[in-house]
């Protein structure tokens, strides 16, 4: 839309000198009327001519306005994408490594779990059999 609308000012602006060449005369009694009559169909078509090349630089100029724009806005979002999936492994690295972490930590919790049960029952049997052969006897 604002492409659109650039380009409409830009046709306007371009267009408003030749608008005022063409609208302009000479003063009736300086030249007769055939002179001024060929005159004006010369300037006319000299200002047509020049109109079209005004054109169709206006239109190569705006083409390469929007595609540098579009380049330019492009290599942006490229840019902040790259940012972005950077971002998202690093976070993904940092949450494996935390996970990684939590499990051995659980690990270590377990193996000291079972270390402690183990010794709590081999004192406990032993105590007991000493009970027992006391009460045999």
């Known amino acids: ?37 060929a005159s004006q169909e010369t300037d006319l078509g000299t200002l047509q001519a020049e109109l079209a090349n005004v054109e169709a630089e206006r239109q190569r100029l705006a083409q390469r306005l929007a595609g540098s724009a579009d380049t330019q806005e492009l290599e942006r979002l490229r840019e902040a994408n790259r940012e972005l999936q950077n971002r998202q492994i690093e976070n993904d690295m940092q949450a494996r490594a935390s996970l990684e972490k939590q499990r051995q930590q659980w690990f270590m919790i377990g193996g000291g779990s079972v270390l402690v049960s183990l010794l709590v029952g081999f004192m406990l049997a032993r105590s007991s059999k000493r009970k027992r052969n006391e009460w045999i006897n």
């Not at 659109?4 to 609208?23: E, G, H, K, R």
């Open 1 to 37: 839309m604002t492409q659109n609308l650039q380009t409409l000012i830009l046709t306007a602006c371009l267009a408003l000198p030749v608008v005022a060449w063409a609208q302009e005369s000479t003063a009736p009694g300086d030249v007769d009327a055939g002179t001024t009559m």
